[in-house]
Nanobody, 124 residues
Framework: QVQLLESGGGSVQAGGSLRLSCKVT????????IGWFRQPPGKEREGVAYIGKSGVTTYADSAKGRFTISRDNAKNTLYLQMNSLKPEDTAKYYC??????????????????WGQGTQVTVSS
């Protein structure tokens, strides 16, 4: 059974940093791609960052230069380092895993497995 478990969320002031983790079980490290998504209050879920099976990364414009996605295949854990946080980054953050070819990493349908999410709150 595949499971994803996020951690590392919390409350920070604007300009602060957080590091989110996503522990994956039930899939061999390196055999899946990962997307980090977020859903702000009252808004739709949006893709934030992506890391492919080979380690290639891509980011939403809102995350470029501030967020870094990485993976440790030995630990089967993915990370999202978030720096220079802004109040508009407030959202519930989810990691999602997929095994197949991804044509559009920002689409939720590209992923087969989802975590329960971790809340990030940034105050001004």
């Amino acid at each position: 059974q595949v499971q994803l478990l996020e951690s590392g969320g919390g409350s920070v002031q604007a300009g602060g940093s957080l590091r989110l983790s996503c522990k994956v079980t039930g899939i061999t490290g390196g055999s899946y791609y990962i997307g980090w998504f977020r859903q702000p209050p009252g808004k739709e879920r949006e893709g934030v960052a992506y890391i492919g099976k080979s380690g290639v990364t891509t980011y939403a414009d809102s995350a470029k230069g501030r967020f870094t996605i990485s993976r440790d295949n030995a630990k089967n854990t993915l990370y999202l380092q978030m720096n220079s946080l802004k109040p508009e980054d407030t959202a519930k953050y989810y990691c999602a895993a997929g095994r197949y070819i991804v044509y559009n990493w920002t689409r939720s349908a590209s992923y087969q497995y989802w975590g329960q999410g971790t809340q990030v709150t940034v105050s001004s």
